[in-house]
C-alpha cells in the first residue's frame, strides 16, 4: 500500500513563526504536491514537484516556499506564518506515469496561526 | 487558467436513491478527470477517473461520464447507502499524474 506520511495532524504557531510541513511518501513516486483546503474553496493547489531539487508553482503559492532534497521528502515552508494561513494542508505523490496516475493524499495537516 | 465549477455544494438523499454531482471545466485542452471522497479526518481518496477518449466509466455502484464537447463531467452513484456520506470532488488536469484543478466539493449526505 502506497503511504503518504505528514509530519504532523495538528499545529499550532503564532504569527511571524517560520513553519515547516514534512511530507514523505514510501513508492519511490516522481510527482509530489501540496494542496491547502478550507471550507467552500475546496483544494487549491500551492506548489509542486515533478523531479528532485525541481518546483513549480501552483495557483496560489504567495507566502510559501518548497524544498525537494530527497525524492521520497516535499516540505512545505511558511516564511512568516499569517493568521490567513491558518488551513488544512494536504500532501499528495503520485508515480508520474500516465498510466498509474492516482494522486495518493495524505491525511492532512490542521494549522492553526494564533 | 483552469477553472473547474462543481455543483451541488450539499446534497442529501434518502438511502437507496441515486445521487449525481456535476462539474465544469473551462481549459479544453484538458483530459483527465478523477472524482475523489474525502471521509471525515481524513485526505481525498480517488474512486473513479476517466480519459477524455472515453465517454463513460462503471465501476459497481459508480458511475462517471464525460462530454468534451460542452467541457462538463458528471458523478453518478446508484442505490446510496449512508456509509456514501463524504465530501465528493471533481478535478481536472490536462495530463494524468500532473498537477489537479479541483471542484469545490459536494457534501453527500445519505439518511436511513
Known amino acids: 500500500d502506497v503511504k503518504v506520511t505528514q509530519s504532523s495532524r495538528y499545529l499550532v504557531k503564532r504569527t511571524g513563526e517560520k513553519v515547516f510541513l514534512e511530507c514523505v511518501q514510501d513508492m519511490d513516486h516522481e510527482n509530489m504536491f501540496w494542496y491547502r483546503q478550507d471550507p467552500g474553496l475546496g483544494l487549491r493547489l500551492i506548489y509542486f514537484s515533478y523531479d528532485v531539487k525541481m518546483k513549480e508553482k501552483g495557483d496560489i503559492p504567495e507566502g510559501y516556499s518548497v524544498s525537494r532534497e530527497k525524492k521520497e521528502r516535499f516540505s512545505l515552508i511558511l516564511e512568516s506564518a499569517s493568521t490567513n494561513q491558518t488551513s488544512m494542508y494536504l500532501c499528495a505523490s503520485t508515480l508520474g506515469l500516465a498510466e498509474y496516475n492516482e494522486q495518493f493524499f495524505g491525511p492532512g495537516t490542521r494549522l492553526t496561526v494564533l | 487558467g483552469e477553472n473547474v465549477e462543481q455543483h451541488p455544494s450539499t446534497l442529501s438523499v434518502q438511502e437507496g436513491d441515486s445521487a449525481v454531482i456535476k462539474c465544469t471545466y473551462s481549459?479544453?485542452?484538458?483530459?483527465?478527470f478523477p472524482w475523489y471522497k474525502q471521509e471525515l479526518g481524513k485526505g481525498p481518496q480517488l474512486i473513479i477517473d476517466i480519459r477524455s477518449n472515453v465517454g463513460e466509466k462503471k465501476d459497481q455502484r459508480i458511475a462517471v461520464t464525460l462530454n468534451k464537447t460542452a467541457k462538463h463531467f458528471s458523478l453518478h452513484i446508484t442505490e446510496t447507502q449512508p456509509e456514501d456520506s463524504a465530501v465528493y470532488f471533481c478535478a481536472a488536469s490536462r495530463e494524468a499524474g500532473t498537477a489537479l484543478i479541483f471542484g469545490k466539493g459536494t457534501t453527500l449526505s445519505v439518511s436511513s
Open positions: 481549459d479544453s485542452a484538458s483530459n483527465y
